[in-house]
């Protein structure tokens, strides 16, 4: 068996620890490689450097637009509030003058 065969590794899913498709070798290098696990159905990005693996912890996309939405209500919130104190004043001071 050659030298570099014997230093080769199987990608690990970082989810759910089973086997992907990909396999690296001691010279592989991968930056933000879209890792997919047949299994769980998960992608995950990676790093690869020298055997070593890294995984990129990615943002939840659903996480940022429930965060979106939420700053969205919160400003429409607080214009309808304000509006409606606006009106509430405007109600008044008519009141005020047919009294």
């Known amino acids: ?52 693996i890294s995984f990129i912890k990615e943002p939840d996309a659903k996480t940022i637009i429930c965060e979106n939405q939420s700053s969205r209500l919160s400003a429409l919130f607080v214009f309808i509030y304000k509006s409606l104190l606006l009106i509430k004043a405007l109600v008044t001071q008519k009141e005020a003058a047919f009294s």
């Open 1 to 52: 068996m050659e030298k570099w065969m014997s230093k080769t590794e199987w990608l690990l899913c970082p989810v759910c620890g089973n086997k992907t498709r990909d396999k690296i070798w001691a010279d592989t290098e991968l930056r933000n490689f879209p890792l997919f696990c047949p299994k769980c159905k998960q992608e995950t990005l990676v790093n690869v450097k020298q055997l070593h």
